[in-house]
């Protein structure tokens, strides 16, 4: 059975440019998740999404947004990049938003801004 | 804010030493999960803690939910190398949509 699948698995970008992350989620599982993960940090969540709606966010600056597709995969855009933004990005897969689902994380994107 | 926090941030043990890492809060939580991470790759989900005083077993690993659902431990007996990793607790609030993840307990084991 396939896990959490997220493309590309590196990237390095220059500052001022703009990325997109992409997620598959566990098939069956309705719900994705967000989170950055800078380096000696746990994963910080950005966003989250079930049936194609945005269901939360958290505190990230707007240059960071993202959509759900029909397929429940997910897209993941940062512009206008920052040095800062260096980090693995992590997608979550549930069955369900809720407060007792399980999350299973892809293995990361990891961007690197130079 | 960080709402979790986990110690010790460090660990470093021999091969059939025992360990326990804490993760504490101040915030009741509706159920506490924890990962284990290697280099590189994303968080993979060892348990899900739901109620209060809550004991779980996986193998050599046993995890624990606080009376008052605001704290979490995990013990691992006879530890092994291949227990090498980050160690990250992760608790979910009433609201649901997010985790919100300690900074985690990176954990080497030498034989």
């Known amino acids: 059975d396939a896990g959490v699948t997220q493309s590309p698995t590196h990237l390095i970008k220059t500052r001022g440019q703009q990325v997109t992350l992409r997620c598959s989620p566990i098939s069956g599982h309705k719900s994705v998740s967000w989170y950055q993960q800078v380096l000696g940090q746990g994963p910080q969540f950005i966003f989250q999404?079930?049936?194609?709606?945005?269901?939360g966010r958290g505190n990230f600056p707007d240059r960071f947004s993202a959509r759900q597709f029909p397929n429940y995969s997910s897209e993941l855009n940062v512009n206008a990049l920052l040095l800062g933004d260096s980090a693995l990005y992590l997608c979550?897969?549930?069955?369900?938003?809720?407060?007792?689902?399980?999350?299973?994380f892809g293995q990361g994107t990891r961007l690197t801004v130079v | 804010t960080q709402l979790l926090e986990q110690s010790p941030q460090f660990l470093s043990i021999q091969e059939g030493e025992n360990l326990t890492v804490y993760c504490n809060s101040s915030s009741v939580f509706s159920s506490l999960q924890w990962y284990r991470q290697e280099p590189g790759e994303g968080p993979v989900l060892l348990v899900t803690?739901?109620?209060?005083?809550e004991v779980k077993k996986l193998k050599r690993l046993t995890f624990q939910f606080g009376d008052a659902r605001k704290d979490s431990s995990l013990h691992i007996t006879a530890a092994q190398p291949g227990d090498t990793g980050l160690y990250l607790c992760a608790g979910a609030r009433n609201s649901g949509y997010a985790l919100n993840f300690g900074k985690g307990t990176s954990l080497l084991v030498t034989p």
């Open positions: 803690v739901v109620t209060g005083g």
């Open positions: 979550a897969s549930s069955f369900i938003p809720g407060e007792n689902t399980e999350a299973f």
């Open positions: 999404y079930y049936e194609k709606e945005e269901r």
